[in-house]
């Protein structure tokens, strides 16, 4: 069995070593700020809402993989994937496990809340998921699964990224702005994948397809957005539209999404521009 911070083969990963690293960054920053006292009067509480947050980021972290190897040209970001799917659960673990400290592991009480709040059933079903993701990461579970069915197994990542980003929506009290920005790089992920299994990777990865899915992702965001005010505080939809449109309330979720679109199909056109030839790899 490999170290995470070996390759395949046996030997010391460098780019494996520094993701493990910053893998287990945010985690030691959790605990050293618990332990100094700066979290506040809440302190277990601000850990749930870290937590989660990593958690969900590293799982749209891992969703990017496979676009940005792609359009990246770098193959080898393939090895990250498994690392960051498993750290992905591990924060999401440590969620559900501060969650239960907070509730003194009354643990009557973290299932029946569980059971009766559907963000936290919807939150619950993502982590099964995720449990089930992580339990299967080793190469003897992915023999002896077969790669079809692992691989069928593995598109529930998807469900699970939606499932996280609904339950991220719902436990929001007023400010919705970051889950917003998730649902919007969710949409961009998701229409990269959609685009590639359509036109395949060479299409998807053009420079065209890319600006067009960014612009329709960021549209997409703002048009959720005002629909989402409209249809849970009431506000109406034209206001929240310009605010986005005016920037005075700071770059809104939609321009936080049309950049990272934009930045990478600056990317894109630069790897374009060195014409390096699509590795083999990538082209399927
Ligand atoms: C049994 C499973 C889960 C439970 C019991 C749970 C519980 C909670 C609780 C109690 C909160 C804080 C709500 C508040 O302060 O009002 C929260 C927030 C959050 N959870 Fe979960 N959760 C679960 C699963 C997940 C999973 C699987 C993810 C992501 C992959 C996730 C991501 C988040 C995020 C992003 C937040 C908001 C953080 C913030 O606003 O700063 N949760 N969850």
């Known amino acids: 069995m490999s170290m995470p911070w070996q390759d ?3 030997r010391f990963s460098a780019l494996k070593a520094a993701t493990l690293a910053a893998l287990l960054l945010p985690g030691l920053v959790i605990a050293q700020d618990y332990a ?11 850990m749930i809402h870290a937590s989660g947050l990593w ?23 393939i090895l990250l994937r498994r690392m960051i799917g498993v750290a992905t659960f591990c924060y999401a673990a440590l969620h559900l496990t501060l969650d239960a400290a907070d509730k003194m592991f009354d643990l009557d009480l973290v299932f029946s809340e569980i059971i009766h709040r559907v963000y936290l059933a ?12 992580a339990a299967t990461s080793t190469d003897g579970m992915v023999a002896r699964l077969g790669g079809k069915r692992w691989q069928a197994l593995q598109r529930s990542v998807y469900l699970i990224a939606l499932l996280a ?38 299409r998807a ?3 065209i397809s890319l600006l067009l899915l960014s612009l329709g992702a960021a549209l997409a965001t703002a048009l959720g957005e005002a629909a989402y005010f409209g249809l849970f505080t009431g506000i109406p939809a034209r206001l929240v539209l310009a605010a986005d449109l005016s ?7 939609a321009w936080l999404v049309l950049a990272a679109g934009l930045a990478v199909t600056a990317l894109a056109a630069l790897g374009d521009a060195r014409q390096k030839p ?5 082209r399927s």
Do not use: C, N
């Open 122 to 133: 919807i939150g619950a079903g993502a982590l099964l998921l995720l449990l089930a993701l």
């Open 36 to 46: 100094r006292g700066l979290l506040g009067a809440r302190p277990i509480t601000e």
């Open 8 to 10: 395949r083969a046996g």
């Open 55 to 77: 958690a969900i980021r590293l799982l749209l972290i891992s969703l990017a993989i496979t676009p940005a190897r792609q359009i990246l040209r770098l193959p080898r970001l």
């Open 165 to 202: 980003t609904v339950h991220f929506f719902l436990q929001s009290k007023i400010d919705v702005s970051e889950p917003t920005m998730m649902a919007g790089f969710l949409l961009w992920l998701m229409g990269y994948r959609a685009l590639s299994w359509r036109g395949g990777t060479a």
């Open 205 to 207: 990865t053009g420079r």
């Open 247 to 253: 920037l005075a309330a700071g770059p809104r979720p």
């Open 278 to 282: 699509l590795p083999g790899a990538l």
